[in-house]
């Protein structure tokens, strides 16, 4: 499992409780410490041609193209996964050209900005930008 912030630390503990051989790498140094003693840990990414890549958060899409170009099976990241997760717009967008209904959204530059709109009262006449 290669992790940003170890979001999906719990999900390789179960798969090492359901018998699986599951190794992680935490980008955030932050980070590294949770789950200690608790999953095998590797400062670099080891690339072998038996394991299978799980990407757990955004940051990882290059890595993962990478790995998938080579041949390795890949799962929770691509250059377009990420595109769609920092670009809420874009992705709603798709999303409802697809048919797919979508929440209603505003865009923020800036925090006060947002922040003065839920105070307002005004959340409840919120469009889906075009």
Do not use: C, W
Not at 26 to 43: E, S, T, V, W
């Amino acid at each position: 499992m290669i992790s940003s912030d170890g979001d999906g630390l719990g999900i390789a503990r179960r798969l090492v409780d359901e018998g699986h051989d599951v190794t992680v790498q935490i980008k955030n140094p932050k980070a590294r410490r949770d789950y200690d003693g608790l999953l095998k840990k590797a400062d670099k990414l080891v690339v072998d041609k038996d394991s299978l890549y799980l990407f757990d958060s955004t940051g990882g899409g290059k890595t993962a193209e990478r790995l998938k170009g080579q041949g390795h099976p890949v799962l929770g990241a691509s250059i377009f996964a990420q595109q769609l997760e920092m670009d809420r717009h874009l992705a709603l967008e798709l999303m409802a050209d697809a048919g797919i209904q979508v929440p209603p959204s505003k865009h923020f530059t800036d925090y006060d900005s947002g922040r003065q709109y839920v105070d307002d009262g005004r959340t409840h006449v919120l469009q889906v930008r075009r």
